[in-house]
């Protein structure tokens, strides 16, 4: 180090034009005790550079009158919920997924034949329309509500679908299964991609024909565990998309939605977890299409849609009810208006004989989000701003600013708080597009979104060379 500042010292020696006080401090004599001065500040300098800053992170609240808004008026969401037939319940704003109406929202129980808006996105996604679907023995016994489909009995996948929904007919739902199955088993297997679900042998499937084009005539002759592991297989890949989604409190054992147990688990799910998936289904224009359709004939049979609230109240446009003895009657639908979307499930609503209760449920929520809830702008697009002072940086500080703007549906009881987080100090270097803080948004005291906030700007950290040039210009009095 004494070295390099001696030899720094005697370039700036011969190359810059000095002053008569600049002379006599880097005469010939003396450049030897600078070097030495130099070196000991560089020294002090290196030490200091690399060190850790270890400054505490703060939250800023901002103060002008946009970042905080208040809603008065009377509430009606609690009277709602508790004037409910059914036992669990949800209303969720689809956009967000924020439950505007919750009653035992997270309790998970039986959810019946809304199953099945699961079983049909995973057809949807996994399955190709126009394939030749096979009944086995096995979907050839399920119970009513049936399709009677016959052992070895061929279907397009396609008609199928219709059935799944438009009647709920839970022999189609294992058909569909199997037959859906079969095709995502051929697929891993030509990627030879050992996947999550199980699939790591072909001994474990030996009985599906290794094939790149799948036929499904053989499922006309399997037994019942062997029917079993491809059902297996489906709900496999029903369960992998609700934790994709989120659902964590979903498990899926059957695709109609029987009741059934495995392993201390039962097939359940909660209305939250309802409400989301069906959030996530409506986005499927085909998933749409199937569920509003009035009517559906194919071969010798023709179902006609069960959902009678598509009818019953205005701008539903999807739905799917259920029932078993342990799920009760159960409901899920989806309503928009162009400007809102809502999302209503209903679970464990009466028992027979109390059929019609998933209906006034369903009318009582909704006309209640109708009235109470509206698109609200939450926050404007460079309204909020903050200065981050930036620690061995080439720049002193940089300033933040959200670019896009928020809104959400809201009513006049909810009260919404707007925070800036973000550091009050950063250590160089800092980059452009790096994460830096949020924008945290509060709807009575609970977080509901928090939007990142990033830098929109490069600031290098100084270097040793910053260090010396800095030096020789502030005390030595050599020129930049």
């Known amino acids: 180090m004494y070295l390099f500042s001696y030899t720094y010292i005697n370039h700036y020696n011969r190359?810059?034009?000095?002053s008569n006080i600049k002379k006599r401090i880097f005469h010939k004599k003396n450049i030897k005790y600078v070097a030495v001065l130099l070196?000991?500040?560089l020294f002090v300098i290196a030490l200091t550079a690399g060190a850790q800053y270890y400054l505490p992170d703060y939250t800023i609240t901002t103060n002008n009158d946009s970042d905080e808004i208040e809603y008065i008026a009377t509430s009606g969401s609690t009277s709602i919920a508790t004037s409910l037939y059914s036992k669990y319940a949800c209303l969720m704003d689809a956009d967000t997924g924020r439950i505007l109406i919750g009653k035992n929202a997270n309790t998970q129980v039986p959810m019946a034949s809304t199953t099945k808006i699961m079983t049909l996105i995973i057809a949807l996604?996994?399955?190709e329309r126009d394939f030749v679907c096979t009944t086995s023995p096995y979907a050839a016994t399920m119970p009513d509500v049936q399709l009677n489909a016959k052992s070895?009995?061929?279907f397009v996948l396609d008609d199928l679908l219709y059935s799944l929904m438009l009647q709920s007919h839970n022999d189609s739902a294992v058909i569909i299964a199997e037959n859906v199955a079969l095709q995502y088993i051929t697929n891993v297997r030509n990627q030879k991609d050992a996947d999550i679900l199980g699939i790591t042998t072909d001994?474990?499937?030996?009985?599906?024909?290794?094939t790149t084009n799948p036929d499904s005539s053989f499922i006309g002759s399997l037994s019942k565990e062997q029917s079993k592991l491809l059902v297996k297989v489906f709900t496999g890949l029903m369960n992998k998309k609700a934790a994709e989604l989120g659902c964590y409190n979903t498990h899926f054992i059957t695709p109609n939605g029987l009741d059934a147990q495995e392993d201390e688990k039962i097939h359940s799910t909660t209305p939250r977890d309802l409400s989301i998936i069906m959030s996530y289904c409506i986005k499927n224009e085909e998933f749409l299409k199937i569920t509003q359709t009035p009517s559906h004939s194919f071969s010798r049979y023709s179902v006609s849609n069960a959902n009678a609230f598509l009818n019953m109240y205005p701008n539903i446009i999807s739905g799917k009810t259920g029932f078993t003895n342990d799920a009760g009657y159960c409901y899920v639908c989806a309503y928009t208006d162009g400007e809102r979307t809502f999302i209503v499930s209903l679970l464990a609503c009466g028992w027979p004989n109390n059929k019609t209760y998933k209906w006034k449920d369903a009318k009582k929520m909704l006309n209640y989000a109708r009235e109470s809830y509206f698109p609200t702008q939450v926050v404007e697009a460079d309204t909020l701003s903050h200065s981050i002072n930036i620690i061995n940086g080439l720049a002193d500080s940089i300033t933040i600013t959200n670019p896009l703007e928020y809104s959400m549906l809201l009513s006049k009881?909810?009260?919404v708080n707007v925070t800036v987080n973000a550091p009050n100090y950063l250590k160089a270097p800092?980059?452009?597009?790096?994460?830096?803080?949020?924008?945290d948004i509060y709807v009575n005291e609970e977080l509901h979104n928090s939007i990142p906030l990033y830098s929109g700007e490069n600031v290098d950290a100084k270097d040793s060379n910053y260090y010396i040039k800095s030096l020789l210009n502030q005390f030595l009095f050599i020129d930049k």
């Open 203 to 210: 001994a474990t499937y030996d009985f599906v024909p290794d």
């Open 125 to 127: 996604e996994y399955g």
């Open 152 to 154: 070895k009995e061929t």
């Open 15 to 18: 190359k810059r034009p000095m």
């Open 39 to 41: 070196t000991l500040t």
């Open 413 to 415: 009881d909810d009260v």
């Open 430 to 439: 800092v980059y452009n597009g790096q994460n830096i803080g949020s924008i």
